[in-house]
């Protein structure tokens, strides 16, 4: 199967609008494909397509299929294979009204264009071998960007930094198997090329690059999605309040009765240049409600998932006693213990039986959610807590689940080498682990994959791209 038929592409020249769905200024029509030159000269009134020079400008018109103007418009040509899809590309920058914009698209459709699917223009440029499977991602990841540092980590993948990872730890595993295969080559007259040790040696580091970028996903979801800070506590210690003041809207339902939030209610802002994902958790109590009960398991996942939490302690009362309950599921996070209602009570004995309790090194601050009293100092400290990696640096992070799953998959085959070193397991089962080690790595890359996986990947770009 050729990779025209594995990517499901059929070969024929595509249209669509490039530009934001709407009303605008200008609005762009991507055309790719072999006819593509020769479909667009048919609905053009100019300079011959034939007579341009690939990746240059020009100023002409567009008529519908009766010879009637649509617009004046700028033409820019792409010749193959120097283009973004690898095929002969033309682009046409129009006036934003819709009305053109439709017309403009039936038009070529009506001169031979087939309207493109969702994403279809960048999986081209996969098949056509322009990028890699994880590049043509980090194409919808740059669009999506909602943050310095998401933009450049994505544009660091389509660059091609995290296929260069790849590509030397595949050729680390492929050594590691050129080794093995020869020692089985010669198993009949018992001569070892392998030495055990350098290929035991080699299989450890190949594990350490893998679960480097494995690791990374924590980042990289955090950088991509927004860092999760779990906000918890007892019931009505004031958590939804406090959500709605980092906020700075009524996003959760406040009220006096406690048990209120059931549910985990999340949303994202701004601070410090990071996109921060607030996640609003059902309070920690013992009780008997099956419904609040499953809330508050979601309580404890919040946590689990958090890079930050926000332990939310209601001053009036002083009931520490879910503490320890809580502060065991928050170890080895980054913790911060809000003392909350301030405007109500300012008790300095519940100040001082929490910090007795509390990890050493942990930072508490005293606040009214209410009154949004010293919000904007538990703003900064929250940017000063959370902990993300440098995206200015050439570290390659991962942040698409597809790849993490493949990573861990990857990391398992080559961990199970290893044991297999550790106990003599025999050539040809270690070349087992090491094919299937491969395999999941090619998967990332598409070196390795299904027209299904594609699809779906495809299917969440958006239109024209």
Same mark, same amino acid.
């Given at each position: *199967?050729?990779?025209?038929? /594995?990517?499901? /592409?059929?070969?024929? &020249?595509?249209?669509?609008?490039?530009?934001?769905?709407?009303? @605008?200024?200008?609005?762009?029509? $991507?055309?790719? @494909?072999?006819? #593509?030159?020769?479909?667009?000269?048919?609905?053009?009134?100019?300079?011959?397509?034939?007579? *341009?020079?690939?990746?240059?400008v020009h100023l002409g018109h567009l008529v519908d299929t009766k010879g009637d103007m649509l617009d004046e418009a700028v033409l820019t040509v792409f010749k193959a294979p120097n283009s973004f899809t690898g095929e002969d590309v033309v682009e046409l920058a129009c006036h934003g009204s819709t009305w053109i914009q439709q017309q403009v698209v039936q038009t070529l459709i009506d001169a031979g264009c087939r309207h493109a699917a969702a994403g279809e223009f960048t =999986?081209?440029?996969?098949?056509? @071998?322009? *990028? %890699? /499977?994880?590049?043509?991602?980090?194409?919808?990841?740059?669009?999506?960007?909602?943050? =310095?540092? !998401?933009?450049?980590?994505? *544009?660091?993948?389509? $660059? @091609?930094?995290?296929? %260069?990872?790849?590509?030397?730890? =595949?050729?680390?595993?492929?050594?590691?198997? #050129?080794?093995?295969?020869?020692?089985? %080559?010669?198993?009949?007259?018992?001569? &070892?090329? !392998? %030495? $055990?040790?350098?290929?035991? #040696?080699?299989?450890?580091?190949?594990?350490?690059?893998?679960?480097?970028?494995a690791d990374s996903y924590s980042d990289g979801n955090a950088i991509r999605n927004g860092l999760p800070v779990a906000i918890v506590g007892q019931t009505n210690a004031g958590k939804s309040t406090l959500l709605n003041a980092l906020l700075r809207d009524n996003r959760a339902l406040v009220s006096d009765i406690h048990g209120t939030t059931r549910d985990t209610i999340e949303d994202t802002v701004f601070m410090g240049g990071t996109l921060f994902r607030f996640i609003d958790t059902a309070g920690i109590r013992q009780s008997s409600d099956t419904v609040e009960r499953m809330g508050i398991e979601r309580t404890w996942q919040a946590i689990d998932k958090a890079n930050v939490v926000l332990w939310v302690v209601d001053v009036t009362s002083a009931d520490t006693s879910m503490a320890h309950d809580i502060l065991n599921r928050c170890e080895g996070k980054a913790l911060i213990a809000i003392l909350n209602k301030t405007d109500l009570d300012d008790d300095v004995a519940a100040r001082s039986e929490l910090n007795d309790i509390l990890p050493e090194g942990t930072q508490v601050v005293a606040i009214s959610a209410k009154s949004e009293s010293d919000i904007e100092s538990l703003r900064n400290l929250i940017v000063e807590t959370a902990s993300l990696p440098d995206v200015d640096s050439d570290a390659v992070?991962?942040?698409?689940?597809?790849?993490?799953?493949?990573?861990t998959h990857a990391r398992d085959a080559i961990a199970r080498a290893i044991d297999g070193l550790d106990s003599g397991l025999s050539g040809d089962l270690l070349g087992q682990d090491i094919r299937e080690c491969l395999h999941w790595l090619g998967e990332i890359t598409g070196e390795i994959t299904t027209d299904a996986i594609l699809g779906e990947i495809f299917t969440h770009f958006c239109v024209g791209k």
């Open positions: *199967m050729n990779i025209t038929e /594995l990517t499901g /592409l059929t070969g024929d &020249t595509i249209c669509a609008v490039s530009t934001p769905a709407g009303r @605008g200024g200008i609005a762009v029509i $991507r055309v790719s @494909g072999p006819e #593509a030159l020769d479909i667009v000269q048919r609905r053009w009134q100019g300079k011959p397509l034939a007579e *341009m020079t690939s990746h240059t =999986r081209r440029a996969f098949a056509n @071998g322009r *990028m %890699d /499977l994880s590049q043509a991602e980090a194409v919808a990841d740059v669009i999506e960007a909602q943050s =310095r540092a !998401a933009h450049h980590v994505a *544009m660091n993948q389509m $660059r @091609g930094r995290y296929s %260069d990872e790849l590509k030397k730890l =595949r050729d680390k595993l492929l050594h590691f198997t #050129a080794l093995i295969e020869l020692e089985l %080559d010669f198993s009949e007259e018992d001569v &070892t090329f !392998a %030495d $055990r040790s350098e290929v035991t #040696a080699l299989a450890r580091e190949i594990h350490t690059l893998i679960s480097r970028l992070i991962v942040t698409n689940a597809r790849h993490y799953q493949a990573l």
